[in-house]
């Protein structure tokens, strides 16, 4: 299942137009069958070239759609990583420490019946079963970079829609600034819970203005198919602008505090993984530098690095949310 897309055929297109146009929308309907119908089950159906046609035409994204942006020209040279490494290299702790026991391990995992409970500051606390999370918003696909602290890099084309459709079915009172997504820790399916590699359950958070960003996007597939295990099933978050530790997987639960959350990563070496951990090559983890990336699947080991571009390239959309603020104290 390798996705390769022609560079020449992308540059005058925005992102969502870089797959060609019947396999995008094929995979679409066969998204929307597999996620709202229920009629496929597990991987091998979606992909396909032939399938029906949908009714639904995906939109762009409303903060994208007007001019071409700095966003759009540096993916109309990245191509999607090939699904074979995005499913099998993987950071997903609770399986494994290595990047090849997510995918090996993760089959434990019960994901049905799901229930995402959202608590805390809000006027409409409620617990939603994944199918009614997923009524919420129109599916939409975005292609996004992914950077991982650890100094390696994918392109993926996840399903989802933004967060904030989540927040606002909520009402949030005034008093919320942050939100803090805590995911599954089940000792009984996870072999990795146990030990203390993290203070489980993996924890994570989001200033309100972030969660609201148009590009935070609430996750449910990726390749047009439903989630992998591996990869964070049912329901993660992706915030591509920050580093891949910020995309909780497997979310349980969405609390709105008045208080910044307490992390997993910064409780385990607050030195090393701030609270924002925006991608930044400017600021270096304390024991290695943050000025380039691996892409996995392009460059072997000895080849040559890609430059790290400051918030992963989406600096034109997200840039403002942190003026006035010192990164290099606020990494
Ligand atoms: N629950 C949970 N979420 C997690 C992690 C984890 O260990 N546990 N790892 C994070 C890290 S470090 C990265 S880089 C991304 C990897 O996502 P991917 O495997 O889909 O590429 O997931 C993030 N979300
Ligand atoms: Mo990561």
């Known amino acids: 299942m390798l996705i390769r897309l022609s560079p020449d055929a992308a540059s005058t297109d925005l992102p969502s137009d870089i797959t060609p146009k019947h396999a995008y929308l094929n995979r679409r309907a066969l998204l929307q069958q597999s996620l709202g119908l229920g009629l496929l089950t597990g991987m091998g159906a979606a992909w396909s070239q032939t399938g029906p046609t949908p009714t639904v035409v995906p939109g762009k994204l409303p903060a994208l759609a007007s001019k071409r942006s700095a966003l759009e020209n540096a993916l109309a040279v990245d191509v999607p990583t090939a699904y074979t490494y995005a499913s099998t290299y993987n950071n997903y702790y609770e399986f494994g420490t290595d990047k090849s026991e997510p995918a090996r391990n993760a089959h434990t995992l019960k994901t049905k019946p799901w229930t995402l409970e959202i608590e805390g500051l809000v006027k409409k606390p409620m617990r939603l079963g ?45 008093s919320a600034k942050f939100i803090e997504f805590v995911t599954l820790a089940d000792p009984k399916t996870m072999p990795n819970v146990g030990s203390r590699v993290l203070d489980w359950p993996y924890i994570e958070g989001l200033r309100m203005d972030e969660a609201m960003h148009p590009l935070t996007l609430l996750t449910f597939g990726m390749y047009g198919e439903i989630l992998p295990n591996q990869n964070g099933a049912p329901i993660r978050l992706n915030v591509p602008w920050k580093y891949g530790f910020k995309n909780a997987k497997s979310i349980v639960k969405i609390r709105f505090t008045d208080k910044q959350p307490a992390t997993a990563w910064n409780k385990a070496a607050a030195n090393e993984y701030g609270f924002y951990s925006n991608v930044n090559p400017n600021v270096d983890h304390p024991r290695w530098s943050q000025a380039t990336e691996r892409r996995i699947g392009e460059d072997g080991l000895f080849n040559k690095k890609r430059k790290t571009l400051m918030f992963n390239g989406y600096e034109a959309q997200v840039a403002s949310l942190y003026s006035g603020m010192d990164l290099s104290k606020n990494f």
Do not use: D, N, Q
């Open 130 to 174: 994944l199918e009614e999370v997923m009524k919420l918003g129109a599916m939409e696909e975005r292609i996004y970079r992914m950077r991982c602290v650890e100094g390696w890099s994918m392109v993926i084309p996840w399903i989802g829609f933004s967060l904030s459709t989540l927040v606002k079915h909520v009402e949030p009172l005034g």
